[in-house]
């Protein structure tokens, strides 16, 4: 199975855990995901200074900036497999 495959498989894992993970959790397999499937952000942040979801969203996404597509899917991979258990 290709790193594509893989990856497909965690994010529909992903979807199914036993238990819902923390907020931080969250927002690492957020930007794992976003840098994994689309790359840099290519998005602006947002605009509503009271979107804190939002904000804390894209900034994760800005953190992994120049990781490589490949790299952030391993890793998102790695997470979902560690919460599985």
Do not use: C, H, R
């Amino acid at each position: 199975m290709d790193i594509k495959e893989q990856f497909e498989q965690a994010v529909a894992e992903s979807k199914t855990l036993s238990q819902k993970p923390s907020n931080e959790t969250l927002l690492q397999l957020y930007s794992l995901y976003k840098q994994g499937s689309t790359g840099d952000v290519n998005i602006d942040p947002p605009s509503n200074p009271f979107d804190f979801v939002g904000k804390a969203k894209y900034e994760a996404w800005v953190a992994l900036k120049g990781k490589a597509s490949a790299d952030a899917m391993n890793e998102y991979i790695e997470l979902v497999k560690k919460l599985k258990v």
